[in-house]
């Protein structure tokens, strides 16, 4: 049995702030303009943090609702499947993702 260590909550903190400071440099916006929640008003580049955050770190959906200020990890859930039907839908969209994915990479291995 291999046994894998569940990072700190620290670590996935920054992990996830490091991931929000790159998709808010990426679409030129504020990291409040991310992290605030409006109903009734499509969000994508938050969306796509709560999404990334989730697939590249390994906080839990209720842990990226808390970060988020969702009410209840269905939030992130919904936003994550926004972004799924995005990435089948825009190939634009999905190659933005990939850069992004990469540079989220490429911020990992300059950390260890």
Not at 4 to 12: F, S, Y
Request: a positive charge.
């Amino acid at each position: 049995m291999v046994h894998t260590e569940k990072p700190a909550v620290k670590d996935l903190a920054l992990e996830s702030k490091r991931i929000v400071s790159l998709v808010c440099h990426h679409f030129g916006l504020a990291q409040k303009e991310i992290l605030q929640q409006k109903r009734g008003v499509a969000n994508t580049p938050r969306d796509l943090a709560i999404h990334l955050i989730h697939g590249k770190s390994m906080c839990k959906q209720g842990e990226i609702a808390e970060l988020f200020n969702l009410s209840s990890y269905s939030g992130a859930s919904t936003a994550i499947e926004r972004i799924n039907n995005l990435l089948k839908e825009n190939s634009a969209f999905a190659a933005a993702v990939r850069l992004l994915e990469n540079k989220i990479q490429k911020v990992r291995q300059k950390k260890t």
